[in-house]
């Protein structure tokens, strides 16, 4: 049976993809602080197809829930490296604490993740999808810490698409758009006029759901992706290159 580690698969866009890949047989192994939406799956826990690692990610340098993993299955057949955090500040406003904790969470752990896959993986294969963002491929406002970290992650897995391609791994990276959540539907009904705005510049008129993204992350990570390596694939019905 194939598997996949996730890590913040426990709640958000990464919980739909934890769903999605148990959905397509896979067992998944779920990276996170916190237990967090993972609770509505218990039975998936009990037979064992989901299995939850409880580990903080900005202490960037420990990539032994990999090792754990690994230890496990002897195969760890994807890599998602989906956590991250967000801030929302220009860079005159952004605290030196806030910025360790954006670039340790958003580009150094998953430095770290792609390396110590590839180590584990040489003789096997694999894929790693990285979740950057639209904002790694346009600057969003006041965002600079966060469009830094998201473009760097574009960068990595270009890098990690070259560099690993002799061990059968690729590498991509899904780069998701306006995507509708609670949190996205929370903030966008109290500014209706920036709601029009967005979708005023999306060609198909209509937010993305959790569930094209997860998608994304699935065919990347399967078969039908063999020969696609070092893509940035957005997934935002062309709002990235539509204006």
């Known amino acids: 049976m194939p598997n996949v580690l996730i890590t913040g698969g426990n709640k958000g866009l990464g919980f739909i993809q934890t769903k999605k890949f148990l959905d397509m047989g896979f067992t998944v192994f779920v990276v996170a602080r916190t237990l967090g939406d993972l609770a509505q799956l218990s039975q998936k826990m009990d037979s064992g197809d989901l299995v939850f690692i409880e580990h903080d990610l900005s202490g960037w340098q420990d990539t032994s829930y990999l090792d754990k993993v690994f ?40 430095i770290k993740a792609c390396g110590r896959y590839v180590e584990l993986q040489k003789d096997r294969g694999g894929s790693i999808i990285n979740i950057s963002s639209m904002a790694g491929l346009i600057a969003l406002p006041n965002s600079a810490a966060y469009v830094t970290s998201k473009t760097a992650v574009i960068g990595l897995t270009r890098s990690i698409a070259v560099d ?39 060609p198909t008129r209509k937010f993305g759901t959790a569930q094209n993204v997860a998608d994304a992350c699935y065919f990347l990570a399967s078969p039908e992706s063999t020969y696609i390596n070092g ?13």
Request: aromatic share 6%.
């Open 71 to 110: 230890e496990k299955t002897q195969d760890i057949s994807a890599l998602i490296n989906n956590a991250g955090v967000h801030l929302k500040k220009p860079a005159w406003e952004i605290e030196d604490i806030e910025l360790d904790n954006i670039l340790n969470i958003n580009v150094k752990s998953v």
């Open 164 to 202: 690993a391609a002799l061990f059968g791994i690729r590498c991509n990276a899904v780069c998701p758009g306006f995507i509708a959540t609670d949190m996205t539907d929370a903030i966008l009904k109290k500014d209706p006029e920036r709601r029009e705005k967005i979708l005023g510049r999306i």
């Open 231 to 243: 893509v940035a694939l957005p997934v935002d019905a062309g709002y990235s290159i539509g204006f």
